[in-house]
């Protein structure tokens, strides 16, 4: 167990309905990140918060947006869904503290199909 | 620019052989981080190791060993005697220091065959 929460694990819907995802970081991790993996393809980094503030945007959609709460949790909305957005969604926080970058521990990931 | 590139796609041994997964990176950070993640079929991603830019020393741990070399922005990862559970797709992974941002491989596909 990573310690990351990811919500819900599988999720079914039409095709340009808006699902969020939801994501709880480990305890004390300050950064979370959002990552897309499509089938048989590689990690594709979506974005990525740290307490709160928007860090860095990596290949996301503008039909896609995330926030991070004062709490720390994640949430990663999708809109407008396409069939390509059928994809395993992962969350993953690390401590990140500032020049030493521990490493990401990720959820089990929430498997979205757009049918 | 990619910054880790994990040329082989996929792997196939027969079981107990001994299997090296390669990594190459790029940085021009002289502090940096490496990982290497594993994921199984199931599709959860598990952390394997971590390893500093000034640390180049190589680590084993059981049936797992890793080489990193500077000299030629490589680290490799070493499975010894194979199983069938060894069977995942491996990512290796780069961090700088500056900006807390991650860089994943495209991962190598690794089956064990029994």
């Known amino acids: 167990d990573s310690g990351v929460t990811q919500t819900p694990k599988h999720l079914i819907t039409a095709t340009g309905q808006r699902v969020t995802l939801r994501c709880s970081p480990r305890s004390g991790d300050l950064s979370v990140y959002w990552y897309q993996q499509s089938l048989d393809q590689g990690l594709q980094f979506l974005i990525h918060y740290y307490n709160g503030e928007e860090r860095a945007k990596g290949n996301i959609l503008e039909r896609f947006s995330a926030q991070q709460f004062p709490d720390l949790h994640s949430e990663l909305n999708l809109s407008s869904l396409e069939l390509g957005d059928s994809a395993l969604y992962f969350c993953a926080s690390s401590v990140a503290i500032a020049g030493d970058t521990g490493e990401l521990f990720f959820g089990e990931g929430s498997r979205l199909t757009v049918l | 620019a990619q910054k880790v590139t994990q040329a082989q796609t996929e792997i196939s041994v027969v079981e107990k052989e001994d299997v090296t997964l390669d990594c190459v990176y790029e940085t021009r950070d002289t502090t940096y981080y490496l990982f290497w993640y594993k994921q199984p079929p199931s599709g959860e991603l598990v952390f394997l190791i971590r390893?500093?830019?000034?640390?180049?020393q190589n680590e084993i741990s059981g049936r797992y060993s890793w080489n990193f070399q500077k000299s030629t922005s490589s680290f490799n990862f070493t499975i010894t005697a194979s199983q069938v559970v060894d069977s995942a797709v491996y990512f290796c992974a780069l961090s700088e220091a500056i900006g807390n941002q991650f860089y994943f491989g495209t991962g190598t596909s690794l089956t064990v065959i029994p």
């Open positions: 390893r500093n830019s000034f640390d180049e």
